[in-house]
Structure formats: structure tokens, C-alpha cells
């Protein structure tokens, strides 16, 4: 499995700007002393970031449910008998998920939610790791029978899922602390530069919107450009390849809480409520949605997200399939 502590380890000195290009006579110098610096700071960035995974490894649980065992369907089918089996994204992605220091244990907001949802169905929880691109497949094809990775509520996703909400999000655009971009609140701010964003996502759907507006009024379009990582995509940021990032805030607070070298410049409009993906019309959204509510009212809820630093994104209530407005 790609996710490791050496591939974090990688990312990090990505994320904060290492120079990975070979150096010549006259500059070698100034590149080892940069190297030195680096290299410091990114000792820093993993042992901060260590210390908080470290604290949050312990796992928060909470008490059987018995409103919501009894809103299991009786005909139900898991994905493996005795176990709630959820799929989550298999990318170093913290605070929503990340190995912790034992290298295989899954850890993050995203696993602790999870967590609780099966200790109130009272079955032990089975995390598999799946992409961005195979999550619909493995719930259409019974793989698992939840997925908790920042799925946002759609319009589009509601006919094919049952989308059962858990937590705000916010898109936000990210620059490196000392660029010239002061702001981003609109379509005209991002006249002609390159962002990196991510494909099939929320952020790449109003992105587009906001390019089509720059070329409507005649002003050079931004332009989107796709990386396969968020290693890669910092790194094209600090090297100056690309102007600017639009990320879940969530990623880019986490970032900046362990001293990576970025700031928020602006977010794209409105909050999305983010859901736990089911397949549709199997009855098991009323259960979960009373496991959520369940931990809302008991607090568990309140202890994941104080500990991942997620206060601003917590939800008062969890709901199916909300109606939403189309940003």
C-alpha cells in the first residue's frame, strides 16, 4: 500500500519547498545551506505533525446505539458479516486521514467518525483503503458498505447515493506566504493564473465556472492544472510553477497549524456539507444518520472534532440526502 511513513516523509520535504534538482559548481553553496534550512524546517513540520498524531492515535469510542441497531433493515447484507466495512481514500490526507506511527494504523477525523458510526451499530469498524475514482464501484459492487472521504452532497451523487451528512466544508484558495496575491474573492481575481486543482472534485466544478466568467468578460482565463498529489501540488506551488492551490480548507488549516510555508488568500462561495456515501435506497441511511445524531447529543462527536482542530466544520445535525443550492 502506497500510504507510509516514507512516502509522508517524502511529501513533507515537497511540502515545504525541498530542492530535489541537482546543483552546479557555482551555486553549490547556497544550495547546501539551503538544503541545511530546509531540512530544519522540515524536521520541524514532522515533528509537530507527529506530536499531534501521536496524541490523536488513541481511539474515541462510544456506546451501542439501540435506536439505531433497530433502524438496521433486517434484510440487510454488510459487505462482511459481523463488521461495518467502510471505504476510505488511500492518500496521506491529514487531519482526515493517515497512518500512524505503527505504519498500518488508520487515523484521522475521517476514521474516528467512522469509529463511532459502528460502535453504535455495535460492530467493529473495517477500514478499506480505495480511490477517488473506485469508491462508486465498491459501494454499487457491496466492497463496503460505507465511504467517509470528504464526499460532498451533490445534486448528481444524491440520484445514484444516499448521502447521510457529518461535516462542513469549505474550498479555500492557498498561496505561498510571500507571493503578491493578496486576495482571491472572485472570478476576475484569478484572471490568468495557474491553480492547481483536483479533478472531478467540487473545487474543479466552480473553478470552471470562474474561468468561463473570465473568458465571458474578455479577461485571460485562469488556468487548471492537475496533479496527481498534494506533495506535487505544493511543491509546484513553492517552485513557482503554478500560482496558487484550491484545497479543503481543512487540508490547508492543518497545513499552516504545522508551519507550512502557505497562507489563505480567499475561498470559493459557500460551505458544502460533506456526507457518509450508501448505496441507494438500502435503508441503512436512517441507521447511520441516528448514529451520528446519536454521538452529537453524547458528545464523542464534539472530542473528535476539538482533537483534529475541525470545530469550525462541526454540523448540529445530521441529515439525508439535504436539498442543497448549487454554488
Known amino acids: ?76 447484507h454488510f459487505a462482511e458479516k459481523g463488521y461495518f466495512t ?35 451499530l455495535d460492530l467493529p469498524l473495517k477500514i478499506v483503503p480505495t480511490t477517488w475514482e473506485n469508491w462508486p464501484l465498491g459501494i454499487e459492487s457491496g466492497k463496503f458498505d460505507a465511504v467517509l472521504s470528504n464526499i460532498a452532497v451533490r445534486e448528481e451523487r444524491k440520484q445514484k447515493y444516499d448521502l447521510v451528512t457529518y461535516r462542513k466544508d469549505t474550498l479555500a484558495f492557498y498561496v505561498k506566504k510571500d507571493s503578491q496575491i493578496q486576495q482571491i474573492k472572485g472570478p476576475d481575481d484569478i484572471s490568468g493564473l495557474k491553480i492547481v486543482v483536483g479533478s472531478g472534485t467540487n473545487q474543479e466544478k466552480l473553478l470552471l465556472a470562474w474561468i468561463e466568467d473570465n473568458k465571458k468578460k474578455g479577461l485571460a482565463p485562469a488556468n487548471p492544472v492537475y496533479l496527481e498529489d498534494s506533495a506535487a501540488a505544493t511543491l509546484a506551488l513553492q517552485s513557482g510553477r503554478v500560482d496558487a492551490l484550491v484545497i479543503p480548507n481543512v487540508s490547508g488549516r492543518w497545513q499552516q497549524l504545522n508551519g507550512v510555508n502557505i497562507k489563505q488568500v480567499g475561498q470559493l462561495n459557500g460551505v458544502w456539507l460533506v456526507a457518509v456515501a450508501l448505496k441507494k435506497g438500502t435503508g441503512l441511511a436512517d441507521a447511520i444518520q441516528s448514529a451520528v445524531n446519536g454521538v452529537i447529543r453524547s458528545g464523542e462527536y464534539t472530542q473528535v472534532f476539538s482533537r483534529w482542530n475541525l470545530q469550525d466544520d462541526a454540523i448540529p445535525t445530521s441529515l439525508i440526502n439535504p436539498p442543497i443550492e448549487e454554488k
Request: aromatic fraction near 2%; hydrophobic fraction near 45%; proline fraction near 7%.
Open 1 to 76: 500500500m502506497l500510504l507510509n511513513k516514507k512516502s509522508l516523509s517524502i511529501g513533507l520535504a515537497l511540502v515545504l519547498g525541498l530542492n530535489v534538482v541537482g546543483c552546479n559548481k557555482n551555486d553549490t553553496e547556497s544550495k547546501a545551506t539551503k538544503a541545511v534550512t530546509t531540512a530544519s524546517a522540515k524536521s520541524e513540520y514532522v515533528a509537530k505533525e507527529q506530536v499531534i498524531l501521536d496524541k490523536n492515535t488513541p481511539p474515541i469510542h462510544t456506546q451501542p446505539n439501540p435506536d439505531a441497531i433497530k433502524l438496521i433493515p433486517p434484510n440487510f
Open 86 to 120: 467502510v471505504g476510505v481514500l488511500s492518500l496521506v490526507a491529514p487531519p482526515l486521514h493517515v497512518l500512524a506511527a505503527d505504519n498500518k494504523t488508520h487515523i484521522g477525523a475521517e476514521i474516528d467518525v467512522a469509529r463511532l458510526i459502528a460502535d453504535s
